[in-house]
């Protein structure tokens, strides 16, 4: 039994695409409507025959549909939802795949009752961007986070999460609010630290542009691959996911600033410690599958 | 013509092994002597078999070389360099592969004449450490830099040029001084951000360690590779290259303090310009053949 017979996606980027792809992987019977607000983008994915038709109209895509899947920015969210108040089915249900949550939540609450919402994040991704860049597998043992309202439809939620696990993904049920606390660490966080090192390491005086390219492979290169993910994406994510994102930032800000005063004071115990104490955070991520042993990622050495 | 015929590694880790597995391969000819200050890595490294020769002090490991290459942590320099003072035939050449030239040449000019000194620092490694982790091709494509002293000998200088062009790096010749401030930005600091981020994310009281693993694959796991390198060499690194480091993290900071007030004032535009300017920097690194193309790195997603 498949948990839904007709799809809609709405945002054909990379997600969006992953999406349409691993469903025709996993589901081939799904029928696949999708449509993007940029008519090159739709042009694109036609092109690319992932989805059975694409609409040039947001309405005309999901008027079929019994799941519609939200695949755009966090901030362009509450103006689709509005947009769809007419247009969706009444026993279809809304989903999205932003990263962060409590905005998305409030903002189809606007438009819908709390029986058609279940948003849903897949955490996975890589650094590019639009429907050339998706692919069948990107969710395949990665985690999927359930943020229902709290009255929301218990079918329904089930429905979303036996759809993602037909994409390969493990489900977890989470309140948005502690989502956006979690993913502020591992995801935010990250990102928003990357880019800034990027942003430093290109405007030194005594250092040319071409040296940091150059000598990039001890270790400045690890930071530039989160650093080149979609611009739209990550900064509606720091205006949406705010108050998360300052607190994390905060406490990153302290923690640099004690090792900042240990290197001035050659304090070398206590970076042996944290050096130390940083490995075996790696190894539990290995061990959990979430990510691969080999050395370097895996890069190639020839 | 080969560039030495006798090369004596000191220090069989990561880098060390692979020098000589890189030697063995390019150069088969060469006769490869090793020491480890450890006797258990030197055991180890026996049952390898990438030395000819394992021998169970310094000493003995240098007395026939016309290439000692110290591959040691950069806080162990000096006091190799000071044991060697006396076995160190008077026309071998003295080179290391620290991460730090500044430190590393000044402890070797205390004991050693400048005609036997060349340093070098290739610019390649993986997360992973000892005798076991090296491979031949580590060096393929990598840069190496040379940071010889101002009267050095220029023959001395071609002769180590030569030596990694055959293990397959690029040269680049430069003043320890700029060395050190160009590493701290594409090296040093990207390490002190990663072990920072990694321990930030560990000490978090509303969010589980167990949630940080799980989710990681969202950016996090991207920072714990380099944050798992060894605890060792970063700490004397740091300490080695205080100056240049503290620089760095004060422009890093004040660079994400800007960052922070747009997020807390919601100045999207700002964080736009940045995330894409950001994008240009990978595009370049990649390029250069400095990183792969491929999504994620590379990782599988089967």
């Not at 694409?54 to 920015?73: E, F, H, K, R, S």
């Not at 962060?100 to 948003?119: D, G, T, Y």
Request: proline share 5%; glycine share 8%.
């Amino acid at each position: 039994m498949l948990p839904f017979a007709r799809v809609s996606i709405i945002g054909l980027g990379l997600i969006g695409s992953s999406v349409a792809r691993a469903v025709r992987a996993t589901m081939p019977t799904v029928a696949l409507v999708g449509h993007d607000a940029d008519p090159d983008v739709r042009g694109r994915a036609d092109q690319l025959g992932f989805c059975d038709d694409i609409t040039d109209t947001l309405g005309a895509a999901v008027t079929d549909a019994d799941l519609v899947i939200l695949c755009v920015p966090v901030g362009a969210i509450g103006a689709v939802a509005a947009e769809l108040k007419h247009d969706l089915p009444a026993d279809a249900i809304l989903s999205d795949v932003g990263s962060c949550k409590a905005s998305v939540l409030a903002a189809m609450a606007e438009h819908f009752p709390a029986r058609q919402i279940v948003p849903a994040h897949p955490v996975a991704g890589t650094e590019y961007s639009g429907p050339e860049a998706g692919f069948a597998t990107l969710f395949k043992g990665r985690w999927c986070i359930l943020t229902p309202p709290g009255d929301a439809d218990p079918a329904a939620v089930m429905r979303v999460s036996a759809f993602w696990e037909r994409l390969g993904a493990n489900i977890e049920i989470m309140d948005a609010r502690h989502h956006d606390l979690v993913l502020a660490v591992t995801s935010h966080l990250p990102h928003l630290i990357a880019y800034t090192i990027v942003g430093t390491a290109s405007d030194m005086e005594e250092v040319t542009q071409s040296e940091v390219i150059k000598y990039s492979a001890g270790g400045f290169r690890d930071f530039t691959r989160i650093a080149a993910s979609d611009p739209t994406m990550w900064r509606d994510v720091f205006l949406a996911n705010k108050d998360a994102a300052l607190e994390m930032l905060q406490r990153f800000t302290e923690d640099l600033t004690m090792l900042q005063r240990a290197i001035r004071w050659g304090d070398g115990d206590a970076l042996f410690d944290l050096f130390t104490r940083t490995r075996a955070v790696r190894r539990s991520i290995i061990e959990q599958g979430q990510d691969d042993a080999a050395p370097d990622f895996g890069r190639t050495h020839e």
